[in-house]
């Protein structure tokens, strides 16, 4: 474990890296765990991949479904995306990519993981790498530093490989200019909205109302219920079974001393002056300048907080470049070593870092101190007590959990030992809605069982859960009168849409059958609007976002101005045709030509990369046990 590295944590950015961490796992299909011979589900090249980390990719790739698709992920969606075989995918080919990192004997340092980590921007507080922030959204994800900075040297490692592979790609002028084109053109559009709630004389026959209900009866099926027994082992209950010595609390304190030690720390502010990693000299050496310059008004008794406010690059100018306290780790190398050298009221000369020029200013310095045996006492003691009371609760679930076999009642097993056993009501894949405090997560576990299956021990905050489904109710498709209003809000929908869709339509024949034609007569009367001009990936003014109309448009040309068909939209169906195209100036060309270069090399990299992995994989000895990634 890297040492620098030990009390931080990061920010939400480490979803996007490692993947979020997931109290509950939900498999369908999978079975329980309890039940399986062996824990490796699969070997590359003889390596094995474990059922531990296909749970955790799979948790991984869960959340991120969660996040995307909100309430409408449920059973059918999960397993169209087939996670299972995503998740298995993942980790086959991690194992194929560290194998031939570790074939070429690339290696990744600590000092370069201590760096990676540094530079992520969601990791810096006005420039600079924030411990703090670090610290406190690891821990919110609960993640370990020592699985984060593994991860991050796995990464590490790979953009190595993936450098050695193909850093010799290159595009054409060409091609840059190509994709400029393609990237920047502008066109206008004419269209004209059919909304289909315009149209409101619509006879719904009950007729109409049984046929649409009997061709859309699984839009109307109840939601699958549960009914389920369950124990909950509360940490709380068995605080007053926690004995502890004196001996206890020394032993703790000495070898958690760390904990109880506060660091040095300097309180500062700072002018920055920024620069590029890669700046020239003369661009360094005017920057210094510039920074020496303001040294000097500082010196001869200007404000240096106003300063500040006035010439600083950092985003902390507006506070008079104040960074509050920090500890020596907290900064990189140069900025630290500089201001933990200062005294109280010293300003520095300039200081070179990464991130450019610094005048630093020490407002005041604290030492560092350690807090007595008998002043953590009291902590010390509150985190023993609740550490062993939820140890104690969950060795008295899995006690209890060691004496169930396959087919016992939890109700019965429980009364047995004299352990009060819950039972909820009737609950959907919401959860419960009072009788725990995590109801989703209560409800994602509840799901995954069959009826009579005891779960094994769940962990939802509270305490340790010992779950049975004593009722399954499947969904049911209800009568028609018990929907037959929501029907009807459905079928005068689809009526009004295809009505919309039929006055589109019957217009953009009109005005391509004759070129001349405005369409005026065909619907009463209608109006073109004229877009502004737009990009690609913009928003059409008065229109919104909308992919699909974008991309229909950039199809069009003054041979062939009009779509082949109507657009439909989320306001209703659109006729367009073409206004105007206007391509890019040539001008803006050298400006971006730099950075659309990197894109597309990236580009080539990615695709040449995905091929190379795809061969690899082909060559390889991978077996996978049965029933997984199917």
């Known amino acids: 474990m890297l040492r620098l590295m030990r009390d931080y944590a990061t920010s939400w950015l480490i979803k996007i890296i490692l993947g979020a961490i997931v109290v509950v796992f939900v498999f369908w299909g999978v079975g329980s765990f309890r039940n399986r011979k062996s824990n490796v589900i699969a070997s590359v090249n003889g390596e094995a991949v474990s059922f ?108 190595k490989l993936r450098t050695y592979l193909f850093s010799n790609s290159h595009v054409s002028e060409n091609e840059v200019r190509e994709y400029y084109n393609w990237k920047n053109v502008t066109v206008s559009i004419d269209y004209v909205l059919f909304d289909p709630e315009t149209y409101q004389d619509i006879e719904l026959t009950d007729e109409a109302l049984e046929t649409y209900f009997n061709d859309h009866k699984e839009a109307y099926k109840t939601d699958p219920l549960l009914k389920v027994n369950y124990l909950r082992f509360d940490p709380q209950t068995y605080m007053t079974e926690v004995q502890l010595s004196a001996e206890d609390i020394e032993t703790y304190y000495f070898d958690n001393k760390e904990k109880f030690a506060t660091p040095k720390t300097v309180e500062a502010r700072h002018i920055l002056f920024k620069l590029d990693a890669e700046a020239p000299g003369d661009v360094v050496d005017a920057a210094r300048e510039k920074a020496q310059k303001v040294l000097d008004l500082v010196r001869k008794g200007e404000d240096f907080a106003s300063m500040a406010k006035q010439y600083s690059e950092g985003p902390s100018k507006e506070n008079g470049g104040q960074l509050g306290a920090f500890k020596k780790e907290d900064m990189v190398a140069p900025f630290s070593e500089k201001a933990f050298s200062m005294e109280q009221g010293e300003v520095s000369e300039p200081v070179r870092t990464q991130f450019g020029w610094h005048l630093i200013k020490v407002e005041k310095v604290n030492e560092a101190s350690v807090q007595s045996l008998e002043d953590a006492t009291k902590t010390i003691q509150k985190t023993l007590t609740d550490d062993q009371a939820k140890a104690l609760a969950y060795d008295k679930a899995e006690a209890f959990y060691e ?109 391509k059958s004759d070129s001349s034609a405005d369409g005026t007569g065909s619907d009463g009367g209608v109006v073109f609007k004229t877009t502004d001009y737009f990009k690609r990936n913009d928003q059409i003014k008065d229109i919104g976002w909308e992919n699909e109309i974008s991309q229909t448009a950039f199809t069009l040309s003054s041979a062939q101005p009009f779509a082949e068909d109507v657009v439909r939209g989320k306001n209703g169906f659109y006729v367009i045709r073409l206004k105007d195209r206007r391509l890019p100036d040539s001008q803006g060309f050298d400006k971006e030509k730099k950075q659309l270069q990197e894109i597309l090399i990236q580009q080539k990299e990615l695709k040449a990369f995905s091929l190379w992995l795809s061969e690899v994989r082909k060559k390889s000895e991978i077996t996978i046990q049965e029933g997984f990634g199917k």
């Open 52 to 159: 531990e980390e296909y749970r955790s990719t799979y948790q991984n790739l869960l959340e991120q479904m969660r996040q995307r698709f909100g309430d409408n992920l449920n059973e059918e969606v999960l397993k169209m995306l087939q996670l299972d075989q995503q998740a298995l995918n993942q980790l086959i080919e991690q194992r194929l990519l560290m194998q031939e990192a570790a074939r070429l004997n690339f290696r990744v340092t600590d000092e370069e993981v201590v760096r990676a980590i540094q530079n992520i921007s969601s990791f810096q507080t006005n420039g600079v790498f924030d411990s703090r922030l670090y610290t406190t959204v690891l821990n919110y994800n609960r993640l370990t530093p020592e699985n984060f900075e593994a991860a991050q040297k796995q990464r590490l490692l790979i953009e």
């Open 403 to 511: 004496t169930t076999l396959e087919g016992d009642l939890l109700a019965e097993v429980g009364n047995e030992m004299g352990l009060e056993v819950k039972t909820t009501g009737l609950f959907s894949m919401v959860g419960p809605e009072k009788e725990v405090n995590n109801p989703k997560a209560f409800a994602d576990a509840a799901f995954a069982l069959s009826v009579n299956q005891i779960s094994e021990i769940q962990d939802f905050d509270d305490g340790f859960y010992i779950l049975q489904v004593i009722e399954s109710i499947s969904g049911k498709i209800p009568g028609l009168a018990a929907v037959k209003e929501a029907v009807t809000v459905d079928l005068m929908k689809e009526k009004q849409a295809a009505l919309a869709e039929e006055k589109a339509k019957a217009l953009l024949a009109v005005l």
